[in-house]
């Protein structure tokens, strides 16, 4: 049985799924769900689960939250920072288009982490580098609690769920501990600690040709984000993650020289 069964039972699975919304419970998706092989409806990448989220199926593959137009798009030689990778649905889609590349996923979880690994190694992805840490803005060990939803939150944000201390880079000290000098994409979900990283590690903007990420605007100034964006060089969009949603997505990139 796939992992998502062990972990939760067959039938706890699919009730999970079935309190979706109906807009995303498409046969693929369900079909990954249940474990097989989900295939993308845009590029004809072929992704093989056995832990998936179906909703972020929906939000990154599908609906295409972080590349939302062609200045977005992975390229085939591309260096990828998926921040915040959760069981790694944007890390497989990228590293399958990045293939002569490198995407390097950052996961806190550690059951997140241990899905991350399943679905990396089922596929037989090798253009991957795995993280077990926390995203910061400082270097050092810092401590976050795992929700009962299966998300994390870092200290600060909140003291509900388990606490798990684990160790903390800055994104300038993951690029440095891989050695890489630039990065073409960086998709970012880390639930709020956003504004903390850009306060303390502004540096690593420089060698960053495109961003987008999930923003929470209940953890601070969405305006300050796109200011410094801006003063960094980029061109930014922003747009509502989802009708009515709290949430914000923000896209940044270098101009092209014609614009």
Same mark, same amino acid.
């Given at each position: 049985?796939?992992?998502?069964?062990?972990? &939760?039972?067959?039938?706890?699975?699919?009730?999970?799924? +079935?309190?979706?919304?109906?807009?995303?419970?498409?046969?693929?998706?369900?079909?990954? &769900?249940?474990?097989?092989?989900?295939?993308?409806? &845009?590029?004809?990448?072929? %992704?093989?689960?056995?832990?998936?989220?179906?909703?972020?199926? *929906?939000? %990154?593959?599908?609906?295409? !939250?972080?590349?939302?137009?062609?200045?977005?798009?992975?390229?085939?030689? $591309?260096?990828?920072?998926?921040?915040?990778?959760? @069981?790694?649905?944007?890390?497989?889609?990228?590293?399958?288009?990045?293939?002569?590349?490198?995407?390097?996923?950052?996961?806190?979880?550690?059951?997140?982490?241990?899905?991350?690994?399943?679905?990396?190694?089922?596929?037989?992805?090798?253009?991957?580098?795995?993280?077990?840490?926390?995203?910061? $803005?400082?270097?050092?060990?810092?401590?976050?609690? +795992?929700?009962?939803?299966?998300?994390?939150?870092?200290?600060?944000?909140?003291?509900? /769920?388990?606490?798990?201390?684990?160790?903390?880079?800055?994104?300038?000290?993951?690029?440095?501990?891989?050695?890489?000098?630039?990065?073409?994409?960086?998709?970012?979900?880390?639930? /709020?600690?956003?504004?903390?990283?850009?306060?303390?590690?502004?540096?690593?903007?420089?060698?960053?040709?495109?961003?987008?990420?999930?923003?929470?605007?209940? !953890?601070?100034?969405? *305006?300050?984000?796109?200011?410094?964006?801006?003063?960094?060089?980029?061109?930014? $969009?922003?747009?509502?993650?989802?009708? $009515?949603?709290?949430?914000?997505? @923000?896209?940044?990139?270098?101009?092209?020289?014609?614009?």
């Amino acid at each position: 049985m796939q992992l998502t069964n062990r972990y &939760f039972g067959r039938r706890a699975a699919l009730r999970y799924l +079935m309190r979706l919304p109906k807009a995303i419970q498409s046969d693929a998706i369900i079909q990954a &769900f249940l474990g097989g092989t989900y295939r993308s409806d &845009f590029d004809g990448l072929e %992704i093989k689960w056995i832990a998936p989220n179906p909703q972020f199926m *929906e939000e %990154i593959i599908e609906m295409r !939250c972080y590349t939302p137009n062609q200045f977005f798009e992975i390229g085939r030689n $591309d260096i990828v920072l998926d921040l915040g990778a959760n @069981v790694g649905t944007f890390t497989l889609w990228a590293a399958l288009k990045a293939v002569d590349g490198l995407v390097v996923a950052v996961e806190p979880n550690p059951s997140l982490f241990e899905m991350l690994k399943q679905n990396v190694a089922v596929n037989g992805i090798n253009n991957v580098i795995l993280l077990n840490a926390l995203v910061s $803005d400082k270097d050092g060990q810092s401590k976050f609690y +795992m929700l009962d939803s299966g998300g994390s939150v870092r200290e600060g944000y909140s003291t509900k /769920g388990k606490e798990v201390e684990l160790t903390s880079y800055r994104i300038s000290s993951i690029m440095d501990k891989y050695g890489i000098q630039s990065v073409d994409f960086v998709k970012m979900d880390v639930e /709020g600690a956003e504004f903390d990283i850009f306060q303390g590690d502004m540096a690593f903007l420089q060698h960053v040709s495109r961003l987008a990420m999930e923003v929470h605007p209940a !953890c601070g100034s969405v *305006e300050d984000v796109l200011r410094l964006l801006n003063a960094s060089g980029f061109t930014v $969009d922003q747009r509502p993650a989802f009708p $009515d949603s709290h949430l914000i997505y @923000v896209y940044a990139r270098r101009p092209l020289s014609a614009e």
